[in-house]
C-alpha cells in the first residue's frame, strides 16, 4: 500500500468527499484522482481509491467534480484588524507609510471595537481565499481570540511588544502580563495558539529583549518578529550595536526552532549561517515587500540550505489584500527572477510552502498543513473546472499560475465548514459591510464621535 493510502476503522465517518483532484502535499508531488477523503470527529480518518472509500458507512457524502481538495492554506504572517486600513496610505516608503501615517491612525483608531470589526472581515476574507490558519501580529490579542474562537477559524494570535505604549498596555510590561493570562487562558484551545511578537528588532530594546528571552525559556511558545526587512534596518542596527539585527537577536539567545522571522530581504552568509544554525523559520512577503520597496527575500537560496519558507500576505494596509494564493504566484515568479533560474521554486514547492511549511513555522506541522490521517481537517476545495483553468496537465501547476481566490468553493476547518459554494456559514456578510462601511467613514472623515 502506497505511504499516502489509509484505512479508516469500520465507525461511520462524518463525512466523504470526493474530488477530482487530491493533493496531500506530504509526500512532495503526489496527486491522486480518483480518491476520498474521510472525516471523523473534526479530523482525517481515511484516505482511499474511490472504490474503497464508497464502501464505509458515512453521514454524509459530497462529489466535487472539476475540484481539487487540498489542505487549507496557512498565512504565516499579517495584521488582521489593519484590512479597516486597506488602502489608507499607498506608495510610499517603509519609514514614512510607518511613522508618518499608520502608527498615528492606529493611535487615534484602535480600540477593541475597531479591532473586533477589522479582524471579522479579515477572516472573512481569508476564509473565502482558502486561508484555514492565520498568524495575527496585532493590538488587544483578547479581542481577536474572542472573534477567531466564534467564527471557527484557526489561529496564532501573537502579544506585541514594543518600546513605547500601544493600543491596550501602556508598556511592554503590561504587554508581556496581559500576553501570559493569555497564553493560560488558551493553551487548551483547540484553534488557538499564542505567541509573541516584538515588533522589530529597530522598535524593540536590548532590555526587553532579555525580559523576552526569559519569558521564553519557560514556557514553549514561538517567537514572530519583524526582521531584516530593509537594508536601512540593517544600517541602523551597524550604527546602533555593531552588529546587524539577526545576530544581535542570537547574541540574546532569542533564535530557535519556534523563531518565526518575517520578511528577511537582505540576507548574507552569516545571516544563513544563523538561519540554519538555530532552525528558524523565515516568513516571506512578497507582494508588501514589493510595494514598499523593501527588498527581495531569497527563497530559493534559504530553500536550498534547509530553511523552512513560509509565506504570508502582511496586513491589507501594504498589500492590499489577504489573498495567499496570490501571494503564492506572486512568490513563485519572484523566487525565479531573483534567482536567475526557471526552475526555482516550482508549482508543487510553492503550494507546500503555503500549506505545511506554514505549519511548521507556527510549531502546527504535527496538526494542519497535509492531508494525513490523524491530522485536522482543515480543507479546502479549489474549482478547476473553468475555462480559463483547460487544460489541464497538472493541476497543482494550475491553481499557483492560473487560478485566484475566486476558484475557493469550499473550505473546512476541523471538519466543520465554514464556506460553502462561497457563502460563509458563520459570518453575516451584510451585517460585517455595513460595520466595515461606518468605520471607513468616520476614519476618512476624522470624527471618532
Given amino acids: 500500500m502506497p505511504p499516502y493510502m489509509y484505512k479508516a476503522d469500520a465507525a461511520p465517518l462524518d463525512l466523504v468527499l470526493f474530488p477530482t483532484w487530491l493533493v496531500p502535499v506530504e509526500p512532495a508531488g503526489v496527486v491522486l484522482t480518483n480518491h476520498a477523503l474521510g472525516v471523523r470527529d473534526g479530523r482525517i480518518a481515511l484516505i482511499a481509491a474511490r472504490a474503497e472509500a464508497e464502501a464505509y458507512p458515512a453521514r454524509q457524502r459530497l462529489e466535487l467534480p472539476g475540484m481539487l481538495l487540498a489542505p487549507g492554506l496557512v498565512n504565516a504572517h499579517g495584521h488582521a484588524a489593519m484590512t479597516l486600513f486597506r488602502g489608507l496610505a499607498d506608495d510610499l516608503s517603509l519609514r514614512t507609510w510607518l511613522s508618518d501615517h499608520i502608527w498615528p491612525a492606529e493611535r487615534r483608531w484602535v480600540d477593541e471595537a475597531f479591532i473586533r470589526v477589522g479582524t471579522e472581515l479579515a477572516i472573512a476574507e481569508q476564509l473565502q481565499g482558502g486561508i484555514t490558519c492565520f498568524s495575527d501580529m496585532y493590538f488587544h490579542p483578547e479581542a481577536v481570540s474572542e472573534v477567531v474562537h466564534r467564527t471557527g477559524v484557526r489561529a496564532q494570535i501573537t502579544i506585541p511588544i514594543m518600546d513605547f505604549p500601544v493600543p491596550g498596555a501602556r508598556d511592554s510590561a503590561e504587554s508581556l502580563r496581559k500576553g501570559l493570562a493569555l497564553f493560560d487562558d488558551l493553551k487548551h484551545h483547540p484553534r488557538i495558539t499564542v505567541a509573541f511578537g516584538p515588533h522589530a528588532p529597530y522598535s524593540v530594546s ?12 519557560e514556557m514553549d511558545a514561538g517567537i514572530h518578529m519583524h526582521v531584516h526587512e530593509t537594508a536601512h534596518e540593517i544600517d541602523e542596527g551597524m550604527r546602533l550595536y555593531g552588529e546587524r539585527p539577526l545576530a544581535r537577536l542570537a547574541r540574546r539567545q532569542l533564535l530557535g526552532p519556534r523563531f518565526q522571522a518575517v520578511h528577511m530581504t537582505q540576507v548574507n552568509e552569516a545571516d544563513l549561517a544563523l538561519l540554519v544554525e538555530h ?17 527581495f527575500c531569497p527563497v530559493e537560496r534559504l530553500w536550498e540550505a534547509g530553511v523552512n519558507v513560509a509565506i504570508g500576505t502582511d496586513g491589507a494596509a501594504s498589500n492590499n489584500d489577504l489573498d495567499l494564493l496570490g501571494e503564492t504566484r506572486t512568490a513563485a515568479l519572484l523566487a525565479k527572477a531573483v534567482a536567475g533560474s526557471a526552475t526555482a521554486l516550482d508549482a508543487h514547492r510553492a503550494l507546500r510552502m503555503a500549506t505545511l511549511n506554514g505549519a511548521r513555522a507556527l510549531g502546527l506541522e504535527d496538526s494542519i498543513g497535509s492531508l494525513e490521517v490523524g491530522k485536522a481537517a482543515d480543507l479546502v476545495a479549489f474549482d478547476l473546472s473553468g475555462l480559463a ?3 489541464i496537465y ?43 462601511r461606518d468605520w471607513g467613514e468616520r476614519i476618512a472623515s476624522g470624527d471618532k464621535s
Fill in 206 to 217: 536590548d532590555d526587553k529583549l532579555s525580559a523576552l528571552q526569559v519569558l521564553i525559556g
Fill in 279 to 295: 532552525n528558524c523559520s523565515v516568513i516571506h512577503c512578497p507582494e508588501s515587500n514589493l510595494k514598499l520597496a523593501s527588498g
Fill in 389 to 391: 483553468q483547460q487544460p
Fill in 394 to 436: 497538472d493541476p497543482v501547476s494550475q491553481l499557483i499560475y492560473s487560478c485566484s481566490r475566486d476558484q475557493v468553493r469550499h473550505v473546512w476547518v476541523a471538519g466543520k465548514q465554514l464556506l460553502d459554494n462561497r457563502r460563509l456559514s458563520r459570518i453575516d456578510e451584510q451585517s460585517l459591510a455595513g460595520q466595515v
